[in-house]
């Protein structure tokens, strides 16, 4: 699984990132999580707010820090 956070390192970008990581941790699954700062590759997504959470390619959540229990459930827990 490949986890991508779209951001350009704001607060709610690190905390989304570091609910992200709990919720792997909580589910025991493994993941390449990879920070996108890009402007040009945020936007190549479609995505005009920030933080967005992007799995396997697919954007599932932009312009909201998603819980550790919402991402469990996005990413299969």
Do not use: H
Request: aromatic letters at 2%.
């Amino acid at each position: 699984m490949k986890i991508e956070i779209l951001g350009r390192g704001c607060p709610k970008c690190k905390e989304l990132t570091a609910n992200v990581e709990k919720a792997l941790e909580e589910l025991g699954k493994q993941a390449e999580i990879s920070k996108v700062t890009n402007l040009n590759e945020i936007m190549s997504y479609g995505v005009m707010m920030t933080p967005a959470l992007v799995v396997d390619g697919k954007v599932k959540t932009a312009g909201k820090v998603l819980t550790v229990e919402e991402i469990k459930q996005i990413i299969g827990g």
